[in-house]
């Protein structure tokens, strides 16, 4: 398991664009907004009904409620059936959006993500100053609910790949397959693919006052049981219809299928949606039997505390004995410091986007004799300045001539220090572009690792300035 950081820039959405409609299960007219977000915002909704616009980020640790689509709270305020839409935003490839409504609810339309897709189309889609990152599946994750059956698992793959596999047990609706090999065939094969529901589920969704938004044009209706009489007057009275009828393939009279496998097509659909929870997207192959968007949000969060654990302990796989890219020597020819300021001794990766260093700490470095010399310990502002000069290899490995400029820090956010650094220890730092380089300035996360665990974290940013 690893985060990886892509060649792939982020994307938003070229412009503001919305969308009207009835919330299915509110019955409430709703606008729908996609309107543009900076890189690494990810996906937000943003009630703009509400005093104050409260905004309630996708993220799989807000969902509280999964009976009829998945419903996020945050601080009381909640977003239902948020599925299609985020389905919507993945399929089109895109990383950040701001989603605003009027409602608790977006507009169901046909019951697919047809339209929000569409909507995104005419917006456009725009590249962002910033990499993708993604997590690479390196061993099977799985999630099993015991009650139902259902179990999702995503094993290793090279790209992102999704497929369901449906079975209720009912001859109108036997087993069925869907799958989705690459992203771009969203569009395509899975996101006009309808919401679907039982006759007997339609029955008790309306005697509790539910999918007051329905009027069978946005869900497809799988007749498993008798039409009475008097089902068949409900019915009528409910969607606003002179007479309904059961078509020769077993489902309500109001629509024709897309799809043969639309049932399973529109349970990927939601599969994507729900993990787009996960916030971080997955280069794996998803495999869903039975799903619901309970076994999926649980999978999803299961998936974002393992994240939130390899983000913190992903300690590059180095062999610290193999030869280095770059020893002292040529590290010194490159970087201006000299000992006792020369705080990295070997160069071990260096790409375009990231470079990995390291330090062996004895106890003959200077700043030890001053600091707690009885029990010494590593300055962390030190540490700091061993990952800056790490990501200044980085930098200065993009001119011809390195040995004609300086680096000179500009700025630092979020440090954070986590162990203590004692001699003995062996840094290894690891730094990676957030943003691509531009006239010189490198904006860089940096990680710094000690006996197998991080040991501090920075956002740096420097500027190389040539030597008059």
């Avoid at 047990?169 to 090999?181: E, I, P, S």
């Amino acid at each position: 398991m690893g985060i990886i950081n892509t060649d792939i820039k982020q994307k938003t959405i070229g412009k503001e664009i919305s969308l009207k409609g009835v919330g299915l299960h509110t019955g409430k007219d709703v606008t729908l907004t996609f309107a543009p977000a900076t890189a690494n915002f990810g996906f937000a909704f943003k009630r703009v009904d509400l005093e104050g616009e409260p905004v309630i980020e996708a993220d799989a640790n807000y969902v509280t409620n999964t009976q009829r689509g998945t419903c996020l709270e945050k601080n009381g305020v909640t977003i239902q059936t948020s599925e299609h839409v985020l389905a919507a935003l993945v399929g089109m490839d895109i990383d950040n959006v701001v989603i605003e409504l009027d409602a608790s609810e977006p507009p169901i339309m046909d019951g697919s993500s047809k339209f929000f897709v569409e909507a995104i189309e005419q917006a456009g889609v725009v590249e962002l100053d910033a990499f993708r990152e993604e997590f690479e599946v390196t061993d099977i994750v799985s999630y099993m609910d015991e009650e139902s059956g259902s179990e999702i698992l995503v094993m290793p793959a090279k790209e992102y790949k999704i497929t369901t596999m449906v079975d209720f047990g009912t001859k109108v609706l036997g087993t069925q397959n869907a799958t989705l090999n690459k992203i771009s065939d969203f569009k395509r094969d899975i996101s006009d693919s309808r919401t679907f529901s039982f006759l007997h589920e339609i029955e008790m969704l309306l005697e509790h006052g539910l999918i007051k938004g329905g009027d069978l044009n946005n869900a497809i209706v799988y007749v498993d049981k008798p039409l009475s009489p008097e089902t068949m007057d409900k019915l009528r009275v409910a969607f606003k219809k002179d007479s309904i009828a059961v078509k020769p393939n077993g489902i309500l009279d109001n629509l024709t299928l897309h799809h043969p496998n639309e049932a399973a097509r529109h349970k990927l659909l939601d599969v994507l949606g729900d993990l787009a929870l996960v916030k971080t997207r997955i280069r794996g192959k998803v495999i869903a039997n039975k799903p619901g968007h309970f076994v999926n949000t649980q999978f999803a969060k299961k998936l974002s505390k393992i994240i939130k654990n390899d983000r913190r302990n992903n300690v590059p796989n180095i062999d610290l004995n193999q030869p280095p890219l770059m020893d002292v020597t040529q590290i010194m020819a490159m970087l201006p410091h000299r000992q006792p300021f020369l705080l990295i001794d070997k160069v071990f990766e260096l790409s375009d986007t990231h470079v990995t260093a390291c330090k062996n700490v004895t106890m003959n470095e200077e700043f030890f004799k001053g600091h707690f010399p009885g029990a010494p310990v590593m300055p962390g502002v030190l540490i700091v300045e061993a990952m800056a000069q790490t990501g200044g290899i980085l930098v200065l490995n993009t001119v011809p001539d390195p040995e004609n400029y300086l680096t000179f820090f500009m700025k630092m956010d979020n440090v954070k220090f986590k162990q203590k650094v004692m001699p003995g220890d062996t840094l290894i730092f690891k730094c990676t572009l957030i943003t691509p380089i531009r006239r010189g300035i490198c904006h860089m996360q940096g990680y710094a690792y000690a006996n197998g665990k991080l040991c501090a974290e920075a956002e740096l940013m420097a500027q190389i300035s040539k030597v008059k």
